[in-house]
């Protein structure tokens, strides 16, 4: 068999984690690894780790200083010694089929380097439906899907890669929660993906919350991930450009209403300029910019808001150097 090495990112989620690991613990498909980083967690999720350590199983522990999910995904790569690679989120499951459905998936089609498969989310213990909602997800080359969908594509929990896949790919470890559609972007232009369509994983929906003001920041950078991808990393050679163009203006446009509603008037007129910059002959734009000016500067909430800085361009995308070794612990298989 093949080994499949598995990295799980945690940030002080002890009670969910256990669950995870037990899920994982319980695949049919025996030769994996478990690359647990602990990205700063202060709660007592070292100690949930030492009592799911089974002998089976090689579970890898890893303590680092709070760097982000991004840059213990990343630490996780450089340590996967395994053939294909999953990126598990402490919150998520796996029935236990999972990953032996998926590699033989991929053991079957050795063109494709990543099997990816439906989303149930669960609600207060109950799985209350389907996250990919269309009727029949592509497989193949799937950039533009990636590009144009609404919704977010899935969870890195969602799909299995060969470990080739990243080679020279590393995850963008400065836009947050966005960083999954920044490397699926661009690793889809250079692999093809499978869509598993008899197996799923299991999102489970916390109580865990997020202000409205990361929202906006979180959408802010899904925006900046497929301007850099499409002006940088030769998007144009993988989505048409008009229709690009109008996604991403729609996609200011989006933003923009949301701080309108928020009082936000130099953000919403910032934006708006932005959307109008890229789809110039949409004339609700200027509607919008008509009613933003019409607000009262004097009441704004926000009016020294500023564009959020960039991203530089992908060929600069590397993991963050400061990998600190101090206090880092593995805990080996009893």
């Not at 594509?153 to 896949?165: D, G, Q, V």
């Not at 850099?228 to 203006?249: D, E």
């Not at 992908?314 to 400061?322: E, F, L």
């Amino acid at each position: 068999m093949s080994i499949i090495s598995i990295v799980v990112a945690t940030y002080n989620r002890s009670k969910l984690l256990k669950e995870c690991l037990e899920s994982l613990l319980a695949q049919t498909y025996r030769d994996l690894e478990i690359i647990v980083v602990d990205d700063g967690s202060t709660d007592d999720t070292s100690k949930t780790i030492k009592i799911l350590t089974d002998k089976r199983h090689k579970v890898r522990y890893y303590y680092r200083p709070h760097l982000g999910v991004s840059a213990a995904r990343n630490f996780g790569l450089a340590q996967a010694k395994g053939e294909y690679v999953g990126f598990f989120d402490s919150d998520d499951l796996w029935p236990a089929n999972y990953i032996e459905k998926m590699i033989k998936s991929l053991q079957a089609a050795p063109d494709f380097d990543a099997a990816y498969s439906d989303i149930m989310q669960m609600v207060n213990g109950k799985v209350i439906g389907r996250y990919i909602t269309i009727e029949k997800p592509p497989t193949g080359y799937i950039t533009a899907y990636l590009f144009f969908r609404k919704r977010p594509f899935n969870l890195p929990s969602s799909t299995i890669f060969r470990k080739i896949a990243f080679n020279g790919i590393f995850w963008e470890e400065k836009v947050g929660n966005c960083d999954d559609l920044d490397i699926f972007l661009r690793i889809s232009t250079k692999s093809k993906f499978m869509y598993i369509p008899d197996v799923y994983m299991i999102y489970r929906k916390t109580e865990d919350s997020i202000t409205a003001a990361a929202k906006k920041r979180m959408f802010t950078y899904s925006i900046y991930v497929m301007e850099r991808f499409f002006f940088h990393y030769k998007g144009s050679s993988y989505v048409p450009r008009k229709q690009a163009l109008r996604r991403i203006s729609h996609l200011y446009r989006s933003l923009a209403l949301a701080h309108y509603r928020a009082g936000n008037r130099k953000a919403s007129i910032d934006l708006l300029k932005k959307a109008v910059y890229y789809l110039p002959f949409d004339l609700r734009l200027y509607v919008n910019l008509f009613k933003s000016f019409r607000m009262n500067p004097e009441n704004d909430k926000m009016p020294d808001w500023q564009m959020p800085a960039g991203l530089s361009a992908a060929s600069d995308i590397k993991p963050d150097k400061r990998v600190i070794y101090e206090d880092i612990q593995e805990i080996p298989s009893l």
